[in-house]
């Protein structure tokens, strides 16, 4: 059974697209995160959520909108693709008492 | 910028020896620390963490050690073997709801 999983694995699409990435976790985690990767492997905190409620925007493009139905899901939704928002998405989710995160496998977004 | 950052970028160690790699953090609020590893294609993954009131933390084959003083944070891998070659990151908590990562140092075993 998957933690924390995402789709789709690899995304590539045109500049100007609109695109939405998913995220489930079966944790039971109160607390859900976006990170961005880039192609130096540093990862960027962009948005983290805690009971479907947003608690950290870290100075994201408004073209990338979070939406948490529930708080065992937390989409990204991009508007507008730029060639710079080419990166590997990971999301993650984490207990309040522990606050070990469990990342998903990513989701590679090629912008072209 | 973010507060936590690797000395090395890589490290080239030979299979069986021991590892040491290396972060210094910057943010004096943050009380709790985690080494991540990530494997080529895959997401990051808990290794071992370590609360402010520690100074060292031991796993199966991995010890962090925290030097509060220095805000430096280290993790040592023993008898290195080729699946722990990798990125590795060092990440702080300023926040509850943060966890702030260094750049990585990607680990190679040389057989």
């Known amino acids: 059974d998957t933690a924390v999983s995402q789709t789709p694995k690899y995304l590539v699409t045109q500049m100007g697209n609109d695109k939405s990435i998913k995220c489930e976790q079966n944790?039971?985690?109160?607390?859900m995160y976006w990170y961005k990767q880039d192609s130096k492997k540093f990862l960027k905190i962009m948005f983290s959520y805690n009971n479907k409620e947003l608690i950290i925007n870290e100075t994201v493009p408004n073209r990338f909108s979070p939406k948490s139905p529930d708080k065992a899901h937390l989409n990204l939704h991009i508007n507008s693709l730029e060639l710079g928002d080419s990166a590997v998405y990971f999301c993650?989710?984490?207990?309040?008492?522990?606050?070990?995160?469990?990342f998903g496998s990513g989701t590679r977004l090629t912008v072209v | 910028g973010e507060s936590v950052g690797l000395h090395l970028p890589t490290l080239s160690v030979q299979e069986g020896d021991n590892s040491i790699i290396n972060c210094a953090y910057s943010?004096?609020?943050?009380?709790?620390f985690i080494w991540y590893k990530q494997e080529s294609g895959k997401g990051p993954q808990f290794i071992i963490d370590i609360r402010s009131n520690m100074d060292k933390r031991q796993g199966q084959r991995v010890t962090v050690l925290l030097n509060k003083t220095v805000k430096h944070l280290s993790l040592q891998i023993a008898a290195t073997q080729p699946g722990d070659s990798a990125v590795y990151f060092c990440a702080e908590n300023p926040n509850d709801y943060k966890l702030s990562f260094g750049a990585g140092t990607t680990v190679t075993v040389r057989a």
């Open positions: 944790l039971g985690h109160d607390t």
């Open positions: 993650a989710s984490s207990h309040p008492l522990n606050y070990g995160y469990t």
């Open positions: 943010n004096s609020a943050s009380d709790y």
